[in-house]
């Protein structure tokens, strides 16, 4: 069974401050996606990545995905209070269109 | 676009009652998926249809459960008999649904969600 584990669960920061959020599977994935979610609405993706060692750049969010292919990250730098919200990563599997969600990270950015 | 559309918003029923969620997928998109999210579990794909035919159902949790695409503008998700366990917010997606070799490339995106409770 594919699991995506990541970590924190929960992460409560001060407005400026860094923070970075991991995924980790023993599985390989052929894509890892990260999704943000807000109170009330569906998940709405912000970035794939697809490359082994791939690193993509959104603003003040950047994603790697790990050599491999079985992790990922994302690091907020000087995080704000709109960056509040559940983060979750999802794998993807070439040949399927399913998708594994993570279990989440939930994040509070405080002003 | 309007987006994925589900039905009702919020539901509130009593056990043993049956409940029927509603979606509408974007116009042009070949799958849909059905999802349970909850505080204990996270985020759990329970079905997902690609050309309206049921591809990988392995997460829907029991015979209690049921959906169908009759169509590919329209599909529901039926529980019946209800149960409190039940209770949870249900997510319908959809997405281009291409080809499969194209899995993990495409966007699945999200309706608002039915917020389920069972008393």
């Known amino acids: 069974t594919q699991l995506l584990e990541q970590s924190p669960q929960f992460l409560s920061i001060q407005e400026g401050e860094n923070l970075t959020v991991y995924c980790n599977s023993s599985?390989?994935?052929?894509?890892l996606q990260w999704y943000r979610q807000e109170p009330g609405e569906g998940p709405v993706l912000l970035v794939t990545?697809?490359?082994?060692?791939e690193v993509k750049k959104l603003k003040r969010l950047t994603f790697q995905f790990g050599d491999a292919r079985k992790d990922s990250s994302l690091h907020i730098t000087a995080a704000q209070p709109g960056d509040t919200g559940l983060y979750l990563c999802a794998g993807g599997t070439s040949g399927t269109y399913k998708y594994i969600f993570g279990t989440g990270t939930r994040l509070k950015v405080l002003a | 676009d309007a987006g994925v559309i589900q039905s009702p918003r919020h539901e509130v029923t009593e056990m043993g009652q049956e409940v029927t969620l509603r979606c509408k997928p974007i116009s042009g998109h070949n799958s849909l998926f059905w999802y349970r999210q909850t505080m204990m579990r996270g985020l759990e794909l329970l079905i997902y249809?690609?050309?309206?035919?049921?591809?990988?159902d392995s997460g829907m949790p029991e015979d209690r459960f049921s959906a169908k695409m009759p169509n590919a503008s329209f599909s529901t998700l039926k529980i019946q008999p209800s149960e409190p366990r039940d209770s949870a917010v249900y997510f319908c997606?959809?997405?281009?649904?291409?080809?499969?070799?194209?899995?993990?490339?495409?966007?699945?995106?999200f309706g608002p969600g039915t917020r389920l409770l069972v008393l």
């Open positions: 599985s390989v994935f052929s894509s």
């Open positions: 990545v697809v490359t082994g060692g």
């Open positions: 249809f690609n050309n309206n035919v049921p591809i990988d």
């Open positions: 997606a959809s997405s281009l649904g291409l080809a499969p070799g194209r899995g993990g490339l495409e966007t699945q995106y």
